[in-house]
């Protein structure tokens, strides 16, 4: 299996559709806690992420890097502290941190001019932290603005509108990287975590704690599964 960045790749693309789930599941269990590897496919591998829900549920963390029209490419993890009973907190802040750490590995090849690796870092980075956005503005949100009444005022009012301003910041770094400007990046970039370092804050501290509040353990899972599905 290929290695890269230390993460593993199971590209199955060329393997027997009846072959593909048991090697993955093998893959999976060889993981020691805190390890991943990415899952390479030619199709949305929903079934897959339906099978890893029932059958080993609250042990890992799915997220996708690159979701078509060609290839689809999931970060699968082994979560260190294993527990079906996950809170909305707990969740999408492994996903603030996750994300983080894209960012970082992009500025990092800016820096060293190795645009390749920066392009496709900062391609998951912006289809990463968009599907992010869209899980709290689908799924999150309307849970919590159910709870509380609270729609066109209180704090999911407020995210919102933030996040247009970080869309439109992922627009403008995306520009620079394209164009190969690192003063462009830097300087958006810049701009950028300020405004993204705040809104994780707010919502970690408000609105993620707040929203556990409101839903029961069962709700909270559902959130859970509901995300890893969109
Ligand atoms: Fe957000
Ligand atoms: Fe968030």
Redesign the pocket.
């Known amino acids: 299996m290929e290695k890269t960045m230390n993460v593993k790749i199971l590209d199955v693309r060329d393997i027997a559709p009846r072959e593909r789930h048991p090697m993955i599941f093998d893959t999976f269990k060889g993981l020691e806690p805190g390890e991943s590897f990415i899952l390479i496919n030619d199709h949305a591998p929903k079934p897959l992420l339906y099978q890893f829900q029932n059958e080993h549920d609250g042990e890992f963390d799915w997220w996708p890097l690159e979701e078509g029209p060609e290839a689809w490419r999931v970060e699968i993890a082994r979560r260190t502290e294993p527990d079906p009973d996950r809170t909305v907190t707990e969740y999408?802040q492994t996903?603030?941190r996750r994300l983080d750490g894209i960012l970082n590995r992009f500025q990092g090849s800016v820096k060293e001019g190795r645009w390749e690796d920066a392009s496709r870092e900062f391609r998951e980075f912006n289809h990463g932290l968009r599907r992010?956005?869209r899980i709290?503005e689908s799924i999150l949100f309307p849970a919590f603005e159910e709870k509380t009444g609270m729609h066109d005022s209180g704090p999911t009012f407020v995210m919102r509108m933030e996040h247009k301003e970080i869309h439109e910041l992922l627009d403008s770094i995306l520009g620079s990287a394209d164009a190969r400007d690192e003063a462009g990046v830097d300087e958006g970039v810049y701009a950028f975590t300020n405004v993204l370092a705040n809104?994780?804050m707010k919502?970690e501290n408000i609105l993620y704690p707040e929203s556990d509040a409101f839903l029961s353990n069962a709700e909270r899972a559902q959130v859970v599964k509901r995300a890893q599905a969109l």
Do not use: C, S, T
């Open positions: 999408l996903d603030h992010h956005i709290e809104h994780n919502e």
